[in-house]
């Protein structure tokens, strides 16, 4: 394992590499033109969004030099919907609203790069180094870690890249793969909070115990599934994705997006439902499923608190602190993503081609969908700052792990870090006597 001041260091050189090629090539074409303005509604994920324009009805990977539009805002496809074709008169105020938002993505990506990659790494090696803190939950939380990683690794300085730049030179491997990566660490984020949710309803309720299931082992089938449901949800993506040529003021720009014209008829069915499925599943559904079993919890909990000992409560107790900290990571997962869905959603169903009054709402769309990007991205970092926030034990290990001034992880370990492992232990001991005394006073 690498030391916190090396990952550091690696992270930096990292983010300094990406922005200076993003900038690099960004500033040596010029600024994109402005069909290039980012669309989030291709991916539905944390990616800079794809070109959008007009389409011919015959399908062909290399489009004419008269679809190219000179304006994004009038001859923008909606997600899933039919081809539009160009109005009469344009909107000219979104280039200003995408140079302005141009910086500030890189800056804000720049930034998710950097703390989610000491952040997320420093979160992993707290869960692998110190044993009291591999349980259920917290390794979970890890596999949420790892996913978020893997994103902020690969996709961050390509989507950087693809903000700045005009054209995609990376090949159709990385076109598909992208998109693929993004897809699938959504996926493992949202049924990993289901499952944390589900997993703190079973602990109050002592499932696991009663069907005499260890939590370890329960959890990692629950990693097993979430990660391969999250890559068989993310295959579409590969499908679909392919790069497209583009004559653009008489040069010849490669752009890699969801083709609009699908081969088959469940990827046309696909893309014509995407944004309604990327709503359902990937933000109602983890929001839902904790809401339900956290009101069951909580009535489980209301049922047990009369005739309770001591060392019942105490162990409640434990347990209520690690389901209000998985509670705040749902939070933080809402309020992330709330942004970018809402816009996904208002275009949906408000845009109107036709509307004299489009060009306000499209700029007004066009800013939710910069301010979305950016939320949605912030999300694959914030995490580990929420844990130290809100987790007493997370704060230690956090600071014991991060501070230069400290010495290594594992030649010092707080007092505070041991004695709330023996008490945990203690907890659970003394709750195990309680119930076999129930159990047998009940028989």
């Given amino acids: 394992m690498q030391s916190p001041t090396s990952l550091c260091r690696l992270a930096l050189v990292a983010l300094v590499f990406a922005c200076i090629s993003a900038g690099v090539w960004g500033e040596e074409r010029g600024f994109p033109p402005a069909w290039t303005t980012p669309r989030f509604l291709e991916t539905g994920e944390r990616i800079t969004p794809s070109i959008k324009t007009s389409w011919p009805s015959s399908s062909n990977s290399s489009l004419p030099e008269s679809s190219a539009p000179a304006q994004v805002a009038e001859k923008e496809q909606m997600p899933g919907g039919p081809p539009r074709q160009p109005s009469t ?8 609203i995408k140079e302005t938002f141009k910086y500030i993505n890189t800056v804000v990506s720049c930034l998710v790069f950097v703390l989610g990659i000491i952040g997320n790494s420093t979160l992993l090696r707290i869960i692998y180094k110190n044993k009291c803190m591999r349980n259920g939950p917290n390794i979970l939380i890890a596999s949420l870690a790892l996913g978020d990683l893997l994103h902020i690794i690969i996709d961050i300085p390509i989507n950087v890249y693809k903000l700045l730049a ?39 309720a002592s499932w696991s115990r009663i069907k005499g299931i260890g939590v370890p082992k329960w959890t990692a089938v629950e990693i097993v599934l979430i990660w391969v449901l999250s890559v068989i949800l993310a295959v579409p993506e590969v499908i679909g994705f392919d790069m ?35 709503f359902s599943f990937y933000f109602c559904l983890p929001l839902a499923i904790t809401a339900l079993f956290y009101t069951l919890m909580t009535c489980e909990m209301l049922r047990k608190k009369s005739g309770m000992q001591i060392a ?28 970018l869905h809402l816009s996904r959603i208002l275009k949906l169903t408000l845009y109107d081609q036709n509307d004299p009054n489009r060009c306000d709402l499209l700029s007004f769309l066009l800013v939710m969908d910069y301010i979305g990007i950016n939320m949605a ?67």
Wanted: hydrophobic content about 40%.
């Fill in 166 to 204: 005009e054209d995609w030179p990376f090949g159709v491997e990385l076109c598909k793969l992208v998109p693929f990566i993004q897809k699938a660490s959504v996926g493992i984020t949202v049924l990993s909070l289901c499952a944390l949710s589900i997993d703190r309803y079973r602990a109050v």
């Fill in 89 to 96: 008169s344009q909107c000219h105020g979104n280039i200003e």
């Fill in 244 to 278: 497209i040529t583009m004559n653009y003021k008489g040069r010849h720009l490669r752009i890699c997006m969801l083709h609009p014209i699908q081969k088959t008829a469940f990827m046309q069915f696909y893309k014509t439902a995407k944004d309604w499925w990327l």
């Fill in 312 to 339: 019942l409560n105490d162990h409640l107790k434990q347990r209520r602190e690690v389901a209000k900290t998985v509670f705040c990571l749902v939070l933080v997962f809402a309020l992330c993503w709330l942004p």
């Fill in 377 to 443: 991205s912030l999300n694959s970092c914030i995490n580990p700052i929420a844990l130290y926030l809100v987790s007493k034990r997370f704060k230690n290990c956090f600071k014991s792990c991060l501070c230069c001034w400290c010495q290594s992880f594992e030649e010092k370990q707080s007092l505070e870090e041991k004695q709330s492992c023996l008490k945990f232990k203690a907890n659970d001991h003394g709750y195990d006597n309680f119930r076999s005394s129930n159990k047998y006073s009940s028989s």
